[in-house]
Nanobody, 118 residues
């Protein structure tokens, strides 16, 4: 059974930082491309960043470029999202995803809430 468990969300002031983690099981993590998405209230889920199985970042949304960094530790079966210089518009539920054999972002975590507010 595939499981993705996000952690690290919370309330942070504008300009602050958070690091999200997504720990996985049930997949061959070292061979699986991963992604981080987010969904703000009343908006569609959007892709924030994607990383290849080998650790290359292949996508970073323009709204977070220069502030967010996706990375992974294949030994720990974990993907990270380092978020710096957070803005109120970054407030959302953040989800990690894992590609399946044929389907991009086939598997999803339960999400972690990030709230940026003073």
């Amino acid at each position: 059974q595939v499981q993705l468990v996000e952690s690290g969300g919370g309330l942070v002031q504008p300009g602050g930082s958070l690091r999200l983690s997504c720990t996985t099981s049930g997949i061959i993590f070292s061979s699986t491309p991963m992604g981080w998405y987010r969904q703000a209230p009343g908006k569609q889920r959007e892709l924030v960043a994607r990383i290849t199985s080998g650790g290359n970042t292949v996508y970073t949304d323009s709204s977070v470029k220069g502030r967010f960094t996706i990375s992974r530790d294949n030994a720990q079966n974990t993907v990270y999202l380092q978020m710096n210089s957070l803005k109120p518009e970054d407030t959302a539920v953040y989800y990690c995803s894992a590609d399946g054999p044929l389907i991009i972002s086939e598997y999803w975590g339960q999400g972690t809430q990030v709230t940026v507010s003073s």
